[in-house]
DNA sequence: ACGATTTTCAGCATC
DNA sequence: TGAAAATCGT
């Protein structure tokens, strides 16, 4: 990377006095531009505590908040609030929480917790795709901004109707809770600033000027709470690119780009075109591929780089077979080169892809490093002590009371739960409180409402404990108090997975402990720990970088192999269908503009698909390439289909000619 | 209430 | 194929 800024990244730096559009290309210098406009804002006499970042994953935060770090002083970066969306989000309600109906400490359910607390209000027997199908109505009406009442109202037919008054039903249920789900973190902030004027005054005085990363990610409820927190002034950056943005299935609305020249008439664009990243070649293939894509600004993506190595293109039998030679090309690379592990990456669309990948390397004994995967707070043992937290932080929260009463468990199983709920809803009472409560106790058999009550006096006592317990120390007690271990010792038989989840309550621990410091309050904590979803020791080091296209954003390498490159797989079956094709391109651009200095494809003839080895055609998106860049290698797939069956030292041979 | 067995169903995965 | 959910049986 230059040591200077180029004409336009200067352009996108020094522009503070309107609202600014930064299309950044891939590789274009984008987060350098974000990090050097910080330190500009600080020099102009914008105090820090009035500059806001704002990021997608807490990953991508943590990684600003070290890089300004090192450009300003630590002291100086300190008052920045740099964060994620719901993180801001939080924190405004944190502050309003009172106009927003909530009390402090309130709970955030995931998305797990959120579905099962709807599925409860939902019509019984209805299949998982229904039930995730209405859920996700729920989440779009919030996306949309409508409250219940107004999505009651704007209901057309008997269906969207009972869609609404679910909705409306579901809010007051998290209401009941003390809790909001993670759409609320915006849907709600959103509201309030748009409703109260006040409020509106408070946090736009409070926030001087914002900067968004990775804007083509964000849904219409981000656009609206930042159009309010920005007011008229309008002094933000967004820095984005259209040609990356692969997240529209979950939400994410690239539209907001267009919306933005709308809502803002004094909008800046300035276009980061120069690639600091790729070869000639490689950043050309990139080029003729996503020009197939129709775009609403033009941009022109260069390279000052060497034309550099061919992109190679491998046919190879199977998935296997793809797997092995992958590796092996990576095992000799590395000698070859000298290079480190962490330079070379394979990237996939579907996570089921790695096992292959995974296999090929160990054999070789390489070290590879997988990432994304089960989240770390996705993990049952996670959660459950979670759930602890969350309930002594909010006695009201049910969903927390749930789990944490059954694990361990404690003799208290459905019936007795579905009593304990019928009578806290007749008496307006938590189930907490319900469980601690005389009344209650009565209507219950002996052996069920002691063990409730059990569980209710050792949650009273280890809140009393709290106040003069660090975090990490109260929570290294819930564990061992709670006898947790023999819970996973009774219900865990594989002697290995009890281990791995020691381990990961043991890392937890050691979450806990090192970020309480200096905080101590359970309260933030526990939010905190909600918002979070990778554990922090997701160091790769030195390792080959297994990833899934999604994963790989904002990742570079200098050696890259782009694995399954076959209709079906890349672009995948269901975009097809479902025509969208033009996000399947710019997950392929996104795989491609990953590469540095050598890129290969590859692709398979057959591909075991749910247990059936299936014929596979090459990816339509390689008939996109200017052919005269790629180098074809590998074997001919119908030759080798004969091969196949008569190599008898293959054993997988055998085992595809008694399936095929 | 819980373990064992059958059935189902496959994407990417943020907060 | 294989993991997770649903159902069965004690």
């Known amino acids: 990377m230059a040591l200077s800024l180029n004409p336009a990244q200067r352009a996108a730096v020094n522009q503070i006095s309107d609202p600014l559009l930064v299309l950044a290309g891939a590789g274009s210098g984008k987060t350098r531009v974000i990090i050097d406009k910080i330190a500009y804002l600080l020099h102009a006499g914008y105090q820090a505590e009035h500059v806001f970042a704002i990021t997608f994953t807490n990953k991508a935060a943590r990684e600003m908040r070290e890089r300004v770090a090192k450009r300003v002083s630590r002291e100086a970066a300190e008052p920045l609030t740099i964060c994620t969306f719901h993180a801001l989000g939080l924190k405004l309600l944190q502050v309003e929480h009172a106009a927003a109906g909530l009390r402090r400490g309130f709970s955030i359910l995931d998305a797990d917790d959120a579905l099962n607390l709807f599925k409860e209000l939902a019509p019984a027997g209805l299949n998982k795709d229904a039930l995730q199908l209405l859920r996700n109505l729920v989440s779009t009406a919030k996306d949309e901004g409508l409250s219940p009442a107004q999505a009651i109202a704007k209901a057309l037919s008997p269906r969207e109707l009972e869609a609404a008054e679910l909705y409306a039903a579901y809010q007051r249920r998290l209401s009941n809770f003390n809790a909001v789900d993670f759409d609320d973190l915006i849907y709600l902030p959103a509201r309030l600033l748009d409703q109260d004027e006040a409020l509106r005054g408070r946090w736009q005085a409070r926030i001087r000027y914002l900067l968004m990363d990775e804007y083509q990610d964000t849904n219409r409820a981000q656009y609206r709470m930042v159009k309010h927190l920005v007011g008229a002034r309008g002094a933000f950056t967004a820095v984005g690119d259209d040609d990356q943005s692969i997240y529209s299935w979950r939400g994410a609305n690239p539209e907001n780009l267009k919306d933005l020249a709308r809502d803002f008439p004094a909008l800046q664009v300035v276009k980061l075109e120069q690639n600091y990243r790729c070869s000639g070649r490689i950043l050309r293939v990139a080029n003729a591929l996503i020009a197939h894509n129709p775009h609403l600004i033009e941009k022109r993506l260069w390279s000052a780089h060497d034309e550099g190595k061919p992109i190679r293109v491998l046919a190879c039998r199977d998935e296997l077979h793809e797997a092995e030679r992958v590796a092996a090309e990576i095992f000799h690379r590395q000698i070859e080169s000298q ?114 009550m059990q569980f209710a006096d050792q949650l009273e006592r280890w809140r009393l404990a709290a106040a003069s317990l660090s975090a990490g120390d109260l929570v290294a007690r819930v564990i061992s108090e709670s006898h947790y271990d023999s819970h996973l010792q009774a219900t865990v038989k594989d002697p290995v997975a009890i281990g791995y989840r020691r381990d990961n309550l043991a890392e937890l621990l050691r979450f806990v402990h090192a970020a309480a410091k200096g905080r101590g309050a359970l309260v933030d904590l526990q939010a905190e720990l909600a918002l979070l979803s990778f554990s922090e020791r997701d160091e790769p080091g030195n390792a080959v970088r297994l990833s899934t296209l999604h994963a790989a954003k904002g990742l570079e390498f200098a050696h890259v192999w782009l694995v399954g490159v076959e209709d079906g797989n890349l672009p995948h079956e269901g975009s097809i269908n479902e025509g969208r094709l033009e996000e399947e391109r710019r997950l392929m651009y996104v795989a491609i503009t990953r590469a540095k200095a050598t890129l290969t494809l590859s692709y398979a003839a057959h591909r075991r698909r749910f247990g059936e080895l299936e014929r596979q055609q090459p990816s339509r998106f390689l008939d996109e390439l200017p052919a005269a860049d790629l180098q074809r290698e590998g074997d001919d797939p119908e030759r080798d289909a004969s091969e196949r069956r008569d190599r008898a030292g293959s054993h997988l041979a055998r085992i595809a000619a008694l399936l095929g």
């Open 339 to 452: 290079s480190r592990w962490h330079e070379f990456a394979v990237l996939y669309r579907g996570n089921h892809q790695a096992r292959a990948l995974e296999q090929a390397l160990r054999l070789l004994g390489v070290p590879y490093h997988v990432s994304g995967g089960t989240a770390f707070f996705e993990r049952s043992e996670i959660k459950d002590v979670l759930a602890y937290l969350r309930l002594l932080v909010n006695p009201d929260d049910d969903a927390a009371f749930l789990r944490a009463v059954q694990a361990p468990k404690r003799e208290i199983g459905t019936t007795t739960l579905e009593k304990l709920a019928l009578c806290a809803g007749s008496k307006h009472l938590s189930l907490l409180h319900a469980a601690a409560s005389m009344d209650v106790q009565q209507q219950l058999a002996a052996r069920p409402g002691a063990a409730l």
